[in-house]
């Protein structure tokens, strides 16, 4: 099966600046008034890390049941704190997402339609696009699910 993890939550912040002090570059007011961004600026802000409490620091696995869900909150609340700033344009909750077989934990791929029709690639006859192409056991469970016969003969294609 299809193991979906999202980590490297962070928060995209596009800042408008348009004053040296939007950037904190202040005392200058008296002789500077305008800077010039080359683009938009956007930033990542990174969210805190769960067991970081500042006074000690643990695991995020020893403070949290749902390491996922509490990072995209955090970063929802950073988003929510930072929105309606003024040199704010826009922001963002944005992670890395991963995929894997919950049966061999190798990263998840899944046959092309021209993989599944061409013999040097495919599995078997019955190979069809979006076959797992892992291992035999991933490859088993998607074909029960769609009355193909399981793949012949042990060990791992
Ligand atoms: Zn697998």
Known sequence: MKKTTRDEWRVMVTLKVRRPADLGLTGIDDLAEFIAPPGPLTIAVLPRSLGNFGFVSMSDGLVSRDIE????R?????ADELRNRPQVEDVSVCCTETHTCSHCNSGWEELTAEEAADYST??????????PACC??????????????????????
Do not use: K, W
């Not at 869900?69 to 995209?72: I, L, P, T």
């Not at 495919?122 to 076959?131: P, Q």
């Not at 056991?137 to 294609?157: C, H, M, Y």
């Open 74 to 78: 955090r970063c929802e609340d950073i």
């Open 136 to 157: 035999e056991a991933a490859i088993n469970e998607f074909r029960s699910g769609r009355d193909v016969p399981a793949l012949q003969g042990g060990g791992t294609p």
């Open 122 to 131: 495919s599995f078997d006859e019955h190979s069809v696009e979006g076959e």
């Open 69 to 72: 869900g509490d990072y995209r």
